[in-house]
């Protein structure tokens, strides 16, 4: 079954609010990814977190790992346009979540 | 590089018939993933590969099947279609790494669009 869980499922926000998605894993992981897929594209790589309370910064995206390696977010700050899409994770066994679907108002 | 890619871009199937989804890297990559994705359910991982030669279940493994004969190739079947494999397949590649724990960054292809009818 799946191993990860994604919330929230949908997320509108207008255009320069924050956005946050959380994966959170029923068993310790030894690692966990991030995917943006863009409408009608594919899934990119965006991170990948390996270390106990790790945080990772990419411009307007931070990116934790919890100290017990079960829980995870994506936070993105000032949301633009740009960031329309679905943002997945997935576990160290390779199974994604369900993703989160990101709208942004104008 | 062209990096991953997969074809053919859409097809139409009549239920009961076969086809092969080819995906293709350069990037001298190990490991390949086949996955389809369905509105709601995100990606699931049908078979993958660690390498030339070998092949494994995921978790929808069922009504496919999959070869590696080559390691810059990775071929799904689909011996008899039906309605229920209308879905948008993704071929992925990655290298291993062992500071990852075995799994690393996936490289996606553009995906084929498939419906049968």
């Known amino acids: 079954g799946q191993q990860v869980m994604q919330i929230p499922q949908y997320q509108h926000v207008q255009e320069g609010e924050d956005f946050t998605t959380y994966c959170n894993s029923s068993?310790?992981?030894?690692?966990i990814q991030w995917y943006k897929q863009r409408p009608g594209g594919h899934p990119v790589f965006l991170i990948q977190l390996v270390k106990s309370g790790e945080v990772k910064k990419q411009k307007r995206l931070t990116f934790q790992f919890g100290e017990a390696k079960k829980n995870s977010s994506l936070h993105i700050t000032a949301t633009q346009t740009t960031d329309v899409g679905t943002y997945f994770c997935?576990?160290?066994?390779?199974?994604f979540g369900k993703g989160t679907r990101l709208h942004i108002l104008p | 590089n062209a990096g991953v890619t997969q074809t053919p871009k859409f097809r139409v199937l009549k239920t009961g018939q076969s086809m092969t989804l080819l995906c293709a890297q350069d990037m001298n990559h190990e490991y390949m993933y086949w996955y389809r994705q369905d509105p709601g359910m995100g990606l699931r991982l049908i078979h993958y590969s660690v390498g030339e030669g070998t092949t494994a279940k995921g978790e929808v493994p069922d009504g496919y099947n999959v070869s590696r004969l080559k390691k810059q190739n990775f071929l799904l079947g689909l011996e008899s279609a039906a309605p229920s494999q209308t879905s948008v397949y993704f071929c992925?590649?990655?290298?291993?790494?062992?500071?990852?724990?075995?799994?690393?960054?996936?490289?996606f292809g553009p995906g084929t669009r498939l419906t049968v009818l």
């Open positions: 997935a576990d160290d066994k390779i199974i």
């Open positions: 068993t310790t992981l030894s690692n």
């Open positions: 992925a590649s990655s290298y291993p790494s062992r500071l990852a724990g075995f799994y690393n960054e996936q490289f």
